[in-house]
């Protein structure tokens, strides 16, 4: 839980800066009680302690002697085509806890598995989701553009409804990763969860966008959540690499990069409410771990997998971890 020392730095800190700014002893007082008022009384508050457990560190499938939990990244898209059905089985079958899955939408409004805006990466057609209908997503090949595409040859791109369901049957959490659409994916899983409610105890929505969380809280508040974040993402690439070659632009996105950390980590996560947070995996280490278990939140590191580091998170950090792979020591995941 937070505590009250955590509160008075962060606010004196926001008094300080806005009086800096402001030079006005009246304004800075209001402000500051704005955005106290603001998070109290817009915030949502967790869901409890021991659901969010049963969720995170479910009896069944978890691993090493900190009881983690692994999650299949995509289903694991290593090892078989990522967020198929095939994928699922296949986690299932090499002992994941669980599995991490993208949701989108067809053009008309079919809720699917699919991690990109386009078809074009994993399977044998072209174009963005926004203009291909279901009936025709339901043609492709999930698996053409996948290193085993022989061995699952005519995978289906599956619809939401149906990777849950094989989920259920082989008892695996589910970690949704919603990028987008906040209506309509608030409103999709939603009806999912009331439709099957085991899921409020064996699954997490998970967003890089606060919004998503917001908006999945205000039309279920049951539902267990979690904040995705990666430090510097909005000024550099998963690689380090700035996106931005104008010197400006690059300055102006770090500084905005700064902003968005110091937001997730002390007033985003308040209002939303989450029970874990997902970081890139370089970020974590015990003091990050300590840092948010104070505020009885978990960390799931993203993504892990050579064995190395897999080791690591698993017996010293004993936090979960996602992967690509649950067999193989993979290719290191920026
Ligand atoms: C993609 O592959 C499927 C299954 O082999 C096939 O039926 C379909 O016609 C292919 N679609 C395109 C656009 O090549
Ligand atoms: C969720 O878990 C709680 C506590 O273990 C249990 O009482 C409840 O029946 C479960 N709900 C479903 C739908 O399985």
Request: aromatic share 10%; glycine share 6%; hydrophobic share 40%.
């Amino acid at each position: 839980m937070l505590q009250l020392g955590d509160e008075v730095t962060l606010y004196s800190l926001v008094f300080v800066l806005v009086l800096l700014g402001t030079r006005s002893t009246v304004w800075t007082t209001v402000l500051t009680a704005s955005l106290y008022l603001f998070v109290a009384v817009f915030r949502f508050p967790q869901v409890p302690a021991s659901r969010a457990r049963q969720v995170l560190h479910p009896a069944k499938g978890v691993a090493g002697s900190g009881k983690v939990s692994v999650i299949g990244h995509r289903g694991g898209g290593h090892d078989a085509p990522e967020n198929t059905i095939a994928a699922i089985r296949e986690a299932s079958k090499n002992g994941a806890t669980g599995v991490e899955l993208d949701l989108e939408f067809s053009a008309d409004g079919v809720p699917i598995l699919m991690h990109d805006d386009t078809v074009d990466r994993t399977t044998n057609g072209s174009g963005p989701l926004t203009q291909i209908s279901f009936s025709d997503l339901n043609k492709l090949d999930a698996a053409a553009k996948h290193r085993l595409r022989d061995k699952f040859s005519g995978e289906k791109i599956p619809t939401l409804e149906e990777a849950v369901e094989e989920c259920m049957k082989l008892q695996l959490t589910i970690y949704f990763d919603v990028k987008g659409h906040p209506d309509e994916a608030a409103t999709a899983l939603k009806v999912l969860y009331k439709k099957h409610p085991v899921l409020y105890n064996s699954s997490i929505v998970c967003s890089f966008e606060p919004k998503v969380i917001y908006r999945m809280r205000q039309s279920d508040p049951e539902v267990v959540t979690a904040l995705t974040h990666r430090p510097w993402s909005m000024s550099r690439f998963g690689d380090g690499v700035p996106r931005f070659s104008s010197p400006w632009k690059h300055y102006w996105m770090t500084l905005l990069d700064v902003l968005l950390d110091w937001a997730h980590h002390h007033v985003l996560w308040k209002l939303c409410g989450i029970s874990a947070f997902l970081v890139q995996k370089n970020f974590v280490s015990p003091d990050y771990v300590q840092y948010w278990a104070q505020r009885g939140v978990e960390v799931v590191a993203w993504t892990v997998n050579t064995n190395v580091e897999k080791e690591y998170y698993q017996e010293l950090l004993q936090v979960n971890y996602i992967t690509d792979s649950l067999l193989e020591d993979c290719e290191p995941h920026y």
